[in-house]
């Protein structure tokens, strides 16, 4: 097939505007992902390590550090050359493949959240059945289904992008390569991809977002049910991580895709872009590790070596 782009290079413009800033916004940027990759490395290996914490709650959670860790690696250091140098180039190729990671990442979110509300679904509403249904086989095969939707479904739009045509402009206001700045650079009739974009958001965003509420409806009832205020307590200090990343994700994701562009300034964009795909990584295991027992317990385990030996 012969290739029919003629955009070789795209112009990232980044955060052009704040000129006086750009060297704060540097370091705060550095800052947040190296908190993202040291925090979201600590929970896989303690997860690794603590036989306490080998159950499919934080069998999950892991499978989240490791895609926080890619989402962000994606997005920052690009980011930080594009802050540094007011502005970048990146090559057509390197572009498709970074919206390509950028949307395959944001699925697998989706569908990760959705198996983690199904697992305390089960182990709150249906305690006696939890060990036989969630065992580890069971727990692989969820992990394999959400990676392999993830990977194929944003295929399928990304093969549709490449058919289309580029003939110019090549410049975005941005700091990455998001789908709708992508195809306002095409000459093309972009419809269909709209729609498949749009099919996308209802398969792996708007689906999942559903299924984790009608869980938790399921275990509010249930845990209304417990007769002790301790054990009420108990059952939603479970699940009460999980809920607040999720309520931190989809509201992120609802306010950059849901409010129409003409209707939020650019800036807004760019700031809700930030906190999505930057910010929250590095949330998400500093939430675990503050409103979880478990991993506050396994966190007092770890202790330095003496630096001087006591037996001097």
Known sequence: MENQTMVTEIILLGFHHLHSMRHLLFSIILVVYCLTISGNFLIIVLVSCFRHLHFPMYFFLT????????????IAPQMLSIVNHEGGIISFKACIT???????????????????????????????????????????????????????????????ITQLVFCGPNIIDHFFCDLDPLLKLSCSDTLIIHIEALFLSVFVIITPFLMVIVSYVYISLTIAKIP??????????????????????????IGIYTVPTNERSLST?????????VVTPMLNPIIYSLRNNDIREALKKIRPYPLINRSI
């Not at 499978?63 to 994606?74: A, E, R, V």
């Not at 989706?110 to 679904?121: G, K, W």
């Not at 059945?129 to 727990?139: E, K, P, V």
Request: charged letters at 10%; proline letters at 1%; hydrophobic letters at 50%.
């Open 63 to 74: 499978q989240m550090s490791i895609s926080d860790i890619l989402l962000t690696t994606n």
């Open 98 to 160: 970074q919206y390509y990671l950028f949307g395959a990442l944001e699925c697998l979110e989706c569908l990760l959240l959705t198996v983690m509300s199904y697992d305390r679904y089960l182990a709150i509403c249906n305690p006696l059945q939890y060990n036989s249904i969630m065992g580890h086989a069971f727990c692989i095969q969820l992990i394999i289904i959400s990676w392999l939707l993830s990977i194929i479904m944003t295929l399928l739009i990304v093969v549709s």
């Open 228 to 253: 002790s205020i301790s054990g009420k307590k108990k059952a939603f200090s479970t699940c009460s991580s999980h809920l607040t990343v999720v309520f931190i994700y989809y509201g992120t994701l």
């Open 269 to 277: 964009s760019k700031i809700l872009s930030v906190f999505f795909t």
